[in-house]
């Protein structure tokens, strides 16, 4: 009995484990962030317009910042709070806009809750990755510049 344990034992210690028994999980990489801000660049050159564009991850974690030559300071903060509402909510900032224009100003103490359009969340097969905004110009044109960055990803 006990050299069919030991058997069994060395059994489950010698089986490898195969790293293709973990789970796989797509993340936002550094080539994927260059291509989204290639993209918003460009169509903010297009517009003739300087914004602030900003990447965050799922978890809204700021993985890019870049504040136009003559966008103004707020921009930074207002781009991050855009972002982080796209990731955190999985829905375009501007969602939250129109829920508060309903009349649902409950809404503002939910946590990340930022209603002013030009954030977008980075929905690669259904799941998403994280989020890209941008701020410095009409909200409507924010939202136009994070979307020609999102564009520029899935073109790839």
């Avoid at 955190?88 to 503002?108: Q, T």
Wanted: charged share 25%; aromatic share 8%; hydrophobic share 45%.
């Amino acid at each position: 009995m006990t050299k069919l344990i030991f058997a069994f034992l060395m059994l489950c210690i010698v089986t490898p484990t195969f790293p293709t028994d973990l789970p796989t999980k797509k993340f936002i990489d550094l080539a994927a962030v260059k291509t989204m801000v290639a993209g918003a660049e460009a169509e903010a050159k297009k517009r003739e317009v300087s914004v602030t564009i900003v990447i965050v991850d799922e978890s809204g974690n700021l993985l890019f910042l870049q504040k136009g030559d003559t966008a103004s300071l707020n921009t930074i903060t207002w781009a991050q709070k855009k972002a982080r509402h796209a990731a955190f909510y999985r829905s375009p900032s501007k969602d939250a806009a129109d829920n508060i224009k309903k009349g649902n100003v409950e809404a503002l103490a939910f946590p990340e809750y930022f209603p002013n359009q030009g954030g977008l969340p980075i929905q690669v097969d259904g799941k998403t990755l994280g989020a890209i905004a941008c701020s410095g110009a009409k909200s409507e044109i924010d939202e136009a510049i994070s979307q020609a960055g999102i564009d520029a990803l899935l073109k790839k």
